[in-house]
C-alpha cells in the first residue's frame, strides 16, 4: 500500500480565486483550514509563515485567514512546523490546532500523540492534519545555490517554484521562468531525506500535493474519520471544486509509480546502511 490508507480520492481545487492566486496547486491546505477556522473546527493553524530571508519559511501559527494566505505556497526548504504545536496549545492557548507538514512531520505529530514526551496535553489538541506529498526536501543553502547559481535567478524576484514532469522551475515577478533537470538537483537534497517511506502523507487527516491532477489542481486524499468528515462539510458548503480522481489524468498511476518509486529507492539506501562499515552498520530508526 503505497499511498497508504485511504477513503477516498479526487482530484479539488478552491472554489475562492483569491486563494488560488498564489497558491502553489489547488489552494487545498489554505482553503481547507481557512474553512476549519471559520467553522470553528480549529482555532489556529501552524503553517509555513514568511521568514526573514526570501523563500526561508518560519513556523507560525495563523488564527485568520489573512495569516494562512500570506503562507500559501511551497518553499523547498525545511520549516520545522512541529516545534510550534506546543506553543500553540500554550503561549496562543489554542484548543483545536490544525497543522500543515511533510510526511516526515505528520509522522512526528502522530508519534507526539502517541509517545507524549515533552508534549503533555498537546495530543488531543490537534484537530486537523493535513499532509502535503514530498519526495525530498533542500537545506536553505543548497535552494539558493539551485536558485541563484543554476537558474540564474535572485531569490528575492522568485514569485513561485514547481518541481514537476523532470524539471525544478522557478517563476519570477517579471514573468520570465527559469528552469533545470531534476538530475541537476539531486546532490542538494536533504540527505535525511533518503531514508524516507512515504510519499503522500499516509498518517494525516487528509493529504494533498499535485502529482495526479492536472496544473492547477491538487489531488487530495481523505484518510481518517475526521478528515472525511471535514473535507465532506467543507464540500457541502461549496469551498470546492471536485472531480472523481478516474476522470482526470495522469491519475492515481502516476501517483502510486512515483510513490513506489521513492520507497524502494529509499528502503535500498536503508537496507545498504546495515552493512555500511567493517562488520559495523547504521542505526536504522525503523526498527
Ligand atoms: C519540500 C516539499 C516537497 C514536495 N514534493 C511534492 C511532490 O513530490 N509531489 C507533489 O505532488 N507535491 C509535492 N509537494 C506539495 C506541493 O508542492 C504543495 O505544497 C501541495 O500540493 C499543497 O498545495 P496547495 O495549493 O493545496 O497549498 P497552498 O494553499 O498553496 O498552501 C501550501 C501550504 O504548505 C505549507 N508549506 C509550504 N512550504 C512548506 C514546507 N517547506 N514545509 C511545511 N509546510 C510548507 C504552507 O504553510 C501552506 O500552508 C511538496 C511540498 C514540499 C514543501
Ligand atoms: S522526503 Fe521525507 S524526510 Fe524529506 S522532507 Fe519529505 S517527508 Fe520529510
Redesign the pocket.
Known amino acids: 500500500m503505497v499511498l497508504g490508507n485511504y477513503k477516498n480520492c479526487v482530484s479539488a481545487r478552491?472554489a475562492d480565486p483569491a486563494?488560488l492566486s498564489?497558491?502553489?496547486?489547488?489552494?487545498?491546505?489554505?482553503?481547507l483550514?481557512a474553512f476549519a477556522l471559520e467553522e470553528g473546527i480549529i482555532d489556529g493553524?501552524v503553517?509555513?509563515?514568511p521568514g526573514d530571508e526570501p523563500y526561508k519559511?518560519e513556523p507560525i501559527v495563523a488564527t485568520t485567514v489573512a495569516e494562512?494566505m500570506e503562507?500559501?505556497?511551497?518553499?523547498?526548504?525545511?520549516?520545522p512546523?512541529v516545534a510550534m504545536i506546543k506553543e500553540a496549545t500554550r503561549s496562543y492557548g489554542l484548543d483545536k490546532v490544525g497543522i500543515?507538514?511533510?510526511p516526515c512531520?505528520i509522522q512526528a505529530v502522530r508519534k507526539a500523540q502517541l509517545y507524549p514526551m515533552g508534549m503533555r496535553s498537546v495530543g488531543d489538541k490537534i484537530a486537523l492534519a493535513?499532509g502535503?506529498?514530498?519526495?525530498?526536501?533542500?537545506p536553505y543553502q543548497g535552494l539558493e545555490t539551485m536558485v541563484e547559481d543554476l537558474c540564474n535567478v535572485k531569490m528575492e524576484s522568485a514569485v513561485k517554484m514547481?518541481?514537476?514532469k523532470g524539471k525544478f522551475s522557478v517563476y519570477t515577478s517579471r514573468g520570465a521562468v527559469s528552469q533545470i533537470p531534476l538530475k541537476l538537483t539531486h546532490k542538494f537534497e536533504q540527505p535525511g531525506c533518503h531514508v524516507c517511506l512515504d510519499?503522500v502523507a499516509n498518517l494525516a487527516d487528509v493529504s494533498?500535493?499535485?502529482?495526479?491532477s492536472p496544473d492547477g489542481w491538487?489531488?487530495v486524499l481523505t484518510r481518517t474519520k475526521k478528515g472525511e468528515t471535514i473535507w465532506g462539510k467543507a464540500i457541502e458548503a461549496g469551498y470546492f471544486e471536485t472531480k472523481p480522481i478516474e476522470d482526470v489524468k495522469p491519475g492515481l498511476g502516476l501517483?502510486t509509480k512515483?510513490a513506489t518509486e521513492k520507497i524502494t529507492k529509499n528502503q535500498k539506501t536503508l537496507d545498504e546502511r546495515a552493512t555500511f562499515g567493517v562488520d559495523k552498520g547504521l542505526r536504522n530508526p525503523y526498527i
Open positions: 478552491a486563494v498564489a497558491s502553489q496547486d489547488g489552494g487545498i491546505v489554505t482553503q483550514f493553524a503553517v509555513a509563515g519559511p494562512l503562507a500559501r505556497g511551497t518553499r523547498y526548504t525545511i520549516c512546523n500543515v507538514g511533510t512531520q493535513i502535503i506529498f514530498c519526495m525530498e526536501n533542500f514547481d518541481i514537476g510519499y494533498t500535493g499535485s502529482v495526479g491538487s489531488t501517483l512515483l
